[in-house]
């Protein structure tokens, strides 16, 4: 979406960091909705069980993509860009699942 509109590499970043936020706080918000939590209580939820993942996941990959040479301006059709999603999405998330489990340890997944 944004490559298509020609955004600057910082304002592709920050959407894909808005979209990250947003998707996953909602995936987490529909599922607590589902399980009967009202609303107030499913976003309280998904607020404390999804920010330090999320940051944590969006951190990584997002200093990867940047890191990696070319792979911030690589196109969807060239090899580097899902080379370099791939491999970011994975470190990223390798090094959240311990992030994961400590929130899960505190109670935090336990309206889940």
């Known amino acids: 979406m944004a490559i298509g509109?020609?955004?600057?590499?910082?304002?592709?970043?920050?959407?894909?960091?808005?979209?990250?936020?947003?998707?996953?706080?909602?995936?987490?918000?529909?599922?607590?909705?589902?399980k009967g939590i009202t609303p107030r209580d499913a976003v309280k939820l998904a607020l404390a069980v999804d920010t330090i993942s999320i940051t944590t996941m969006v951190?990584?990959?997002?200093?990867?993509?940047?890191l990696i040479p070319g792979a911030i301006n690589a196109q969807l059709h060239n090899?580097?860009?899902?080379?370099?999603?791939?491999?970011?999405?994975?470190?990223?998330?390798?090094l959240t699942v311990p992030v994961n489990r400590l929130v899960i340890a505190r109670g935090a997944h336990s309206h889940h």
């Not at 910082?10 to 607590?32: D, H, N, P, R």
């Open 59 to 66: 951190f990584i990959d997002n200093t990867l993509e940047w």
């Open 5 to 34: 509109q020609n955004w600057s590499n910082i304002l592709q970043t920050a959407l894909g960091v808005l979209l990250a936020f947003l998707f996953g706080y909602l995936l987490t918000f529909s599922g607590a909705r589902r």
């Open 79 to 94: 090899i580097l860009f899902w080379w370099s999603e791939a491999l970011s999405l994975s470190v990223a998330f390798l």
